[in-house]
Structure formats: structure tokens, C-alpha cells
């Protein structure tokens, strides 16, 4: 397993943007996909986006995609999510997860660390 921390979250109007962060440390991070995902108030955790090892394949879910955008970088340890355009409806807390598979997905059953979220709030 790895031990991953989220940083970035906060208060934005929207139509804003936030990128957050998510520093990863263990021996087998750079072999692990990454994802992020949310949970919004009295909402089960909904799958965000995905990376692959290298970060050459990403995914996101339909309602984020052409706002949202998933990267890493391995000499770092640290995977980004940097979020545009956000709506009141992106207010949530995100976490990112891992996945020692290497496979980029949305079933987080498979993801097998996760880090302590942080909150994002969207609202004027």
C-alpha cells in the first residue's frame, strides 16, 4: 500500500478553478494507476477520474470531463486534479485512491489506499 495526502481544497466561486493535489509516499508509487473521487453530502463516492502509471491514459466521468483534468508526476509522487469551470454541484470531498493493479478504472473496490479527502466547495 501507499500513503497518500490531499492538498488544494477550499472555497471557490463558480466558474473557478482549483487544482488539488495528492502526495503519494511508499516504496511502489509510480506502479500504482490513480484516481480520484468524491463524496458530496448525504451522496455515495462517485468516481472522478483515473490515471495510468505513466500517465499516458487517463478517464473521467461524464459530468467532469472537459472541465476536469487528471495528471501525474512520477519524479514527484504526486498526482494532480485540476479542476475549471466548476458548479455547486462539484461540492464535495475528494479523495484520491490507488490501485497496485495498474489498471485505470472506476471500481473502487480495486483501489486499495486511500488518503483523508480534502473539501471542495463551490459556492457564491
Known amino acids: 500500500q501507499v500513503q497518500l495526502v490531499e492538498s488544494g481544497g477550499g472555497l471557490v466561486q463558480p466558474g473557478g478553478s482549483l487544482r488539488l493535489s495528492c502526495a503519494a509516499s511508499?516504496?511502489?508509487?509510480?506502479?500504482?494507476?490513480m484516481g480520484w473521487f468524491r463524496q458530496a453530502p448525504g451522496k455515495e463516492r462517485e468516481f472522478v477520474a483515473a490515471i495510468s502509471r505513466r500517465g499516458f491514459k487517463t478517464e473521467a466521468a461524464d459530468s467532469v470531463k472537459g472541465r476536469f483534468t487528471i495528471s501525474r508526476d512520477n519524479t514527484k509522487n504526486t498526482v494532480y486534479l485540476q479542476m475549471n469551470s466548476l458548479k455547486p454541484e462539484d461540492t464535495a470531498v475528494y479523495y484520491c485512491?490507488?490501485?497496485?493493479?495498474?489498471?485505470?478504472?472506476?471500481?473502487?473496490?480495486?483501489?486499495?489506499?486511500w488518503g483523508q479527502g480534502t473539501q471542495v466547495t463551490v459556492s457564491s
Open positions: 485512491a490507488a490501485d497496485p493493479s495498474g489498471m485505470i478504472h472506476a471500481v473502487q473496490s480495486a483501489y486499495n489506499s
Open positions: 511508499g516504496r511502489t508509487v509510480s506502479s500504482n494507476a
